[in-house]
Nanobody, 115 residues
Framework: QVQLVESGGGLVQAGGSLRLSCVAS????????MDWYRQAPGKQREFVAT???????NYADSVKGRFTVSRDNAKRTVYLQMNTLKPEDTAVYYC?????????WGQGTQVTVSS
């Protein structure tokens, strides 16, 4: 069983920054592929960023150049640094990992960007 707990969301003005954190427990963290997703009101959950065990990353086009995903294996934590935030980034942000055959999700953290 994997537990994921996000933190760091909040209210910020457009152009501002936030850093989200996700702490994992219950498994060997360093081998996990960790992802961030988000879900805006009335929309489907969408992929934001991923980081594999080697540190290689991938991003959705909508956040490239503004968001950075990183991990600290010693702290069992994955981060999402979000810069130059836009109102359209407003969503609940979820941490995710897959440990076959299961998918694990955190409870989500709300990010609200005001214009």
């Amino acid at each position: 069983q994997v537990q994921l707990v996000e933190s760091g969301g909040g209210l910020v003005q457009a152009g501002g920054s936030l850093r989200l954190s996700c702490v994992a427990s219950g498994t060997i963290f360093s081998s996990l592929v960790m992802d961030w997703y988000r879900q805006a009101p009335g929309k489907q959950r969408e992929f934001v960023a991923t980081i594999i065990s080697s540190g290689m990353t991938n991003y959705a086009d909508s956040v490239k150049g503004r968001f950075t995903v990183s991990r600290d294996n010693a702290k069992r934590t994955v981060y999402l640094q979000m810069n130059t935030l836009k109102p359209e980034d407003t969503a609940v942000y979820y941490c995710h990992c897959r440990k076959v055959p299961y998918d694990y999700w955190g409870q989500g953290t709300q990010v609200t960007v005001s214009s």
